[in-house]
């Protein structure tokens, strides 16, 4: 004979063999996906506390390395090959620290400073090859939003400037501008009333979000930017990491959007 123990405990069981893969489900349906694509090892760092926030927060983030970086004009003389390893293992230091996954194309460049025949057409090629491989990474990672650089490449660098344009450019393309929301990250006129002019910016009206980050954010990505000893000297680590601490806790990004809709002249 069966107690009413024994009738209770198997009624729990069978609570929590059903629950347990709907509590799961839940959990995954409430994580976001978030793909961040920049040109170079270290581009993640200009906005890493953002990212961190993300991460603590439980949402998967995965950020797109577009050129291994073997051409570096700091390690000239070096073997390239090490140079692309070495910028690898910093890469994959300070995603770790972000909490947050790599994923490297490791194209040579996405401009023509470093194509075989030193051409545009090499550009154009490169531009092809690097869409069409961020199209098959969009419809396996199915991201709820995509980060990059807008059209000022945050200092001008012309590869920040050709990924958020190839980007945007896929987005078009497929008719995908409101299924992959697309955020540019940038530096705004405040931030920027005091700096060297180093620095590009947008009117500070043309940002809609802010993300603010807590100190513990901010903590993981100046260890984020430790990772770059391959890259950095003691003393711009330094500099950069003074920067973060110093600035208010808070990151701009503007949303790229599309108006519908045809008129018949510009001026209708």
């Known amino acids: 004979m069966r107690t009413p123990r024994f009738i209770k405990a198997v009624r729990l069981f069978l609570v929590l063999f059903i629950l347990g893969p709907l509590s799961c489900s839940h959990e995954e349906a409430s994580q976001k996906k978030i793909l961040v694509v920049v040109a170079h090892p270290d581009d993640e760092t200009g906005f890493g506390a953002a990212l961190a926030k993300q991460s603590r927060l439980g949402n998967k983030v995965t950020v797109v390395v577009a050129v291994d970086a073997r051409n570096h004009t700091q390690f000239i003389s070096a073997a390239p090959d090490s140079v692309a390893k070495a910028k690898r293992r910093d890469v994959e230091c300070s995603c770790g620290k972000l909490g947050v996954e790599p994923l490297f194309y490791e194209f040579l460049s996405l ?155 510009f001026f209708d």
Not at 142 to 150: A, C, E, M, V, Y
Not at 201 to 222: H, I, K, L, P, Q
């Open 111 to 265: 401009d023509r400073k470093h194509g075989a025949r030193d051409g545009v057409r090499d550009a154009v090629e490169t531009g092809v090859s690097f869409r069409e491989k961020l199209k098959q990474t969009l419809l396996e990672v199915q991201p709820d939003l995509i980060i990059t650089f807008g059209p000022d490449g945050e200092y001008g660098h012309p590869e920040h400037i050709i990924v958020g344009s190839l980007v945007t450019e896929l987005l078009l393309r497929e008719g995908w501008v409101s299924k992959y929301p697309l955020y540019y990250f940038g530096w705004t006129r405040s931030q920027e009333a005091n700096g060297d002019g180093w620095v590009r910016y947008a009117e500070d009206g043309y940002f809609n979000v802010v993300v603010n980050y807590t100190d513990e954010d901010e903590a993981r990505a100046m260890e984020s930017i430790r990772c770059y000893t391959s890259g950095f000297s003691p003393a711009e680590m330094n500099e950069m990491i003074e920067f973060e601490r110093t600035r208010k806790n808070e990151l701009y990004f503007r949303r790229f959007q599309v108006a519908e809709g045809l008129h018949s002249d």
